[in-house]
């Protein structure tokens, strides 16, 4: 699915995550869980010690580096790709995503939507911090050029507009584009 499956190319974007233009400006608004090496979940526990989390990536890298850092609470590995169904997991009171949605194709994306709907208590969101596709080819430019210029093959980008309205079509009682800057996007769905 993406090149984080590869050590060196996980590794080399831990290593420059925290140079992502505006992306600390979404970070602050994120609650709860996280995914890859950890990153969401260490904020969240910045504000919430006490939380237990689920951290669901395909790459054994971006696992390894979560299992590495030191945790307040309880937290479960789960090795799984995206592409498809998710396994089961139990239900969460928050579900946060940290640039992984964009990697899968647009159908993908809306089962996906669903299958987290699924796994949500009353009153949970789902908080997905987000590459989306940009308003026109000037505006994706001027982002790559922030970020070096260099395109992801993998990236199968969707206007985080259209994303609002698959969470709505999921089932979320409300959705919204919370922040946004260039190519990135705060998209939030709310159970009730």
Request: glycine share 0%.
């Given at each position: 699915m993406t090149e984080y499956r590869d050590p060196a190319y996980a590794c080399a974007y831990l290593a420059m995550?925290?140079?992502?233009?505006?992306r600390d400006v979404g970070e602050r608004l994120l609650l709860d869980v996280g995914c890859g090496d950890g990153r969401l979940l260490a904020l969240a526990h910045t504000r919430f010690p006490g939380a237990e989390g689920v951290l669901l990536d395909h790459s054994a890298a971006m696992l390894d580096a979560a299992r590495a850092r030191t945790w307040p609470a309880p937290v479960d590995y789960v090795a799984h790709d995206l592409s498809q169904p998710l396994p089961p997991l139990g239900t969460f009171d928050a579900i946060i995503s940290g640039f992984a949605i964009h990697y899968l194709s647009d159908l993908r994306k809306r089962e996906l939507y669903t299958e987290l709907r699924g796994l949500l208590n009353p009153g949970g969101l789902v908080l997905n911090l987000e590459h989306v596709a940009s308003v026109?080819?000037?505006?994706?430019t001027r982002f790559l050029d922030l970020l070096g210029g260099k395109e992801?093959?993998?990236?199968?980008?969707?206007?985080a507009w259209d994303q609002v309205a698959w969470l709505r079509e999921s089932g979320f009682a409300r959705a919204d584009v919370v922040w946004k800057w260039l190519e990135l996007a705060l998209i939030v769905g709310w159970t009730d």
């Open positions: 995550q925290d140079v992502i233009p505006q026109d080819a000037h505006e994706h992801d093959p993998s990236n199968q980008l969707a206007p």
